[in-house]
C-alpha cells in the first residue's frame, strides 16, 4: 500500500514536503504508459521506508510521461504513480532512465529501454518473486508430506532454492561494482556467520546474538549516501535500534555513537542517523529514554568545548531550544543525584531538607495547588501512601507552589481537608517574595538557589511531576504512579539482594 503522506501530498497537490529542495544531478527519467494518455502522473522518492512527493508530469498522448527536474534528482529509488493510485519502483542513479509499462499490470510489463540500474533492480525483483513462488509450493508439500524420506528431499529442494538466490545475489554484487542497484541488494543479505559453540558442542545463544550484532551493518556502506532513500536501509535502521539493541540507555548511546563514527562524512546518512535515533527516544513512553535524548543533543547538536555541534539542518531557534532543553534535562536522568531540595514547611519556620529525609526511598511530587490534575491525583497517591508506601519505608517529599496569598491560602486548606501525613513543603508567599529582594536572607543560612529555584532546577514544566530517588538520592524512577512506585521498589530491593 502506498504511503499515506504520499496520498495526501497526491490528493491535495501539495509540494511543500519534498525531500528534493537541494540542486541535485539533472537526471531524465522517461516513462510511457499504455492507458494513461493525458493523465497527470507522479513521481515520488523514499526517505528513509516513506515515500514523499518529487515531482508530476502530464502524460502525452501516447502515455508518456518525463520528469526533468532543474533541480535535479538525488540517487534513490523512487515510486513511478499512477491514477489508481497504482505505482512501481525503479532506480534513478543515470543521466537519463528510459522505462515503458501498461497501466494494467505495471511491473509485470515494464520493460527498461535505458538503464542499466533497472535492468539489474527489476530483474533481480523478478528473480525473488520466481523464486518465491517456488519456495512456496516447496513449503505446501512440506505441510502435507509426512514421508520422512519424501521430506527430506522436499528440504534438500529448499535449501538448493536458497543457495541459488545467494549465488545470485553474489554475482550481482561481483559483476556491477559501484551501482545503487548492488548496494541494494547487498544491503538486503544476511552477514554469514559461523555458529559458536560451547565446549559440548551445543549453539551458545548469547554469543550468537552478540556475534551477530557486530556485523549487523557489514553489508552496508555506510559512507554513501545514496543509502537514506533505499527503504532496505530504513528497514535495517528500525531492526538494529527496535529488536537488536537492548533497551538500556547506556548501551543504546554507546551503540548509537559506534554506528556514528562509523559513518564518516556522508551528510546524509549522519543526518539520517542522528535525526530519527534522537526523534525515536525523545518521544518514547519507555522510562529513563530521556536519557538517550539528552546525550544525543549534547554531543551532536549543542555546542561543546567551544566548538559548534555537528547538526547543520535545524533553524537557529529551533537549535537554540533544543540545547536548552537537553541541559535542564541533563541533570535529571535515571542514575544522576537529585539536587537537593530544603523548602520550609506550612508554618514557614521549619526548613525540610529532602536529603535529611530518614528514607530508603523518597517520592518527589512537584504540584500546584490551583491545577485540577494535580488535586484530583494527590489524595489517591496518598491513600496508597498511606496504605503500601509507608509500610515499605518509602517517603514522600510533596513539594508545593504557594508564591501568593491564593496559592498558599490554597496549598494549607488542601492539606487540612485530605489530612496529608507526608511531607509537605513550599516556595511560600513570603520567602518567595524577600528572596527577590535579597535571597542572601536565606541562602546559604537555609537553603540553597537550586532550592527556590526548584521549577528550573527540575524542570517542572508541568504538574503534577513525579520523581523517585533512592538511599543516595539518585534517580531511580519518574513520570510513576503510585502503584508503579510501589512495584519498582520491590523489584530495586530484589535486585539488591541478589548483588
Same mark, same amino acid.
Given at each position: ?20 529542495? +537541494? ?74 532512465? +528510459? ?25 533481480? @525483483?523478478? *528473480? ?118 537492548? +533497551? ?28 530519527? @535515533? ?136 488542601? @492539606? ?26 536565606? @541562602? ?30 539518585? *534517580? ?24
Amino acid at each position: 500500500m502506498i504511503d499515506r503522506v504520499l496520498l495526501t501530498l497526491l490528493a491535495t497537490g501539495l509540494t511543500a514536503l519534498t525531500l528534493n529542495a +537541494q540542486d541535485h544531478p539533472k537526471r531524465t527519467l522517461e516513462v510511457q504508459i499504455n492507458g494513461t494518455a493525458k493523465d497527470t502522473v507522479y513521481l515520488a522518492n523514499y526517505y528513509g521506508n516513506k515515500l514523499y512527493y518529487a515531482d508530476t508530469a502530464v502524460a502525452d498522448a501516447k502515455g508518456t510521461a518525463v520528469f526533468k527536474s532543474p533541480k535535479g534528482y538525488a540517487a534513490g529509488v523512487y515510486a513511478v504513480v499512477v491514477p489508481g493510485p497504482k505505482y512501481f519502483e525503479v532506480i534513478l542513479n543515470e543521466t537519463v532512465v +528510459q522505462l515503458a509499462t501498461d497501466k494494467a499490470d505495471l511491473l509485470g510489463k515494464l520493460q527498461v529501454k535505458k538503464s542499466k540500474e533497472n535492468e539489474l533492480f527489476i530483474g533481480y @525483483i523478478r *528473480f525473488l518473486n520466481d523464486k518465491k513462488l517456488e519456495g512456496d509450493a516447496l513449503r505446501a508439500q512440506l505441510d502435507v508430506n509426512k514421508d520422512p524420506i519424501a521430506r527430506s528431499s522436499v528440504k534438500a529442494k529448499m535449501e538448493d532454492l536458497d543457495k541459488a538466490v545467494k549465488q545470485y545475489q553474489r554475482d550481482l554484487i561481483t559483476n556491477n561494482p559501484g551501482t545503487l542497484a548492488a548496494s541494494l541488494v547487498r544491503m538486503g543479505m544476511t552477514v554469514d556467520l559461523p555458529e559458536p559453540r560451547k565446549a559440548d558442542g551445543s549453539l551458545d545463544s548469547a554469543a550468537s546474538y552478540y556475534q551477530y550484532r557486530a556485523h549487523f551493518w557489514d553489508n552496508v556502506d555506510l559512507k554513501d549516501d545514496r543509502i537514506v532513500r533505499i527503504p532496505v536501509f530504513a528497514n535495517k535502521f528500525d531492526e538494529y535500534f527496535s529488536k537488536l539493541v537492548p +533497551q538500556v540507555p547506556d548501551t543504546i548511546n554507546r551503540l548509537a555513537d559506534e554506528l556514528i563514527a562509523r559513518i564518516g562524512n556522508a551528510e546524509e546518512v549522519f543526518k539520517y542517523v542522528v535525526h530519527n @535515533i534522537t526523534y525515536k527516544y525523545e518521544n518514547s513512553d519507555i522510562m529513563g529514554m530521556d536519557a538517550v535524548f539528552v546525550h544525543m543533543a549534547l554531543t551532536y547538536y549543542c555546542p561543546r568545548d567551544g566548538k559548534p555541534g555537528r547538526v547543520t539542518w535545524m533553524e537557529q531557534d529551533k537549535l537554540d531550544k533544543l540545547c536548552e532543553r537537553a541541559r535542564k534535562m541533563s541533570p535529571l536522568v535515571l542514575g544522576r543525584k537529585a539536587p537537593n531540595i530544603i523548602l520550609t514547611d506550612s508554618t514557614e519556620q521549619k526548613w525540610i531538607s529532602m536529603y535529611d529525609i530518614p528514607a530508603e526511598y523518597v517520592v518527589i511530587i512537584f504540584w500546584d495547588p490551583h491545577c485540577g490534575h494535580c488535586k484530583k491525583e494527590l489524595p489517591d497517591i496518598h491513600k496508597v501512601y498511606l496504605e503500601k508506601l509507608k509500610p515499605m519505608g518509602i517517603e514522600v517529599y510533596a513539594v508545593a507552589k504557594a508564591v501568593d496569598a491564593s496559592l498558599l491560602k490554597d496549598w494549607k486548606k488542601f @492539606i487540612r481537608e485530605n489530612d496529608l501525613k507526608w511531607v509537605d513543603v513550599a516556595l511560600t508567599q513570603t520567602v518567595y517574595e524577600e528572596a527577590k529582594k535579597d535571597a542572601r536572607k536565606y @541562602i546559604p543560612r537555609y537553603t540553597t538557589l537550586e532550592s527556590l529555584n526548584y521549577a528550573d532546577t527540575y524542570d517542572v514544566y508541568s504538574t503534577p511531576k513525579v520523581f523517585l530517588v533512592d538511599g543516595e538520592r539518585k *534517580f531511580v524512577g519518574k513520570s510513576l504512579s503510585a502503584e508503579q512506585i510501589e512495584d519498582l521498589v520491590t523489584k530495586l530491593r530484589e535486585r539488591k539482594a541478589k548483588k
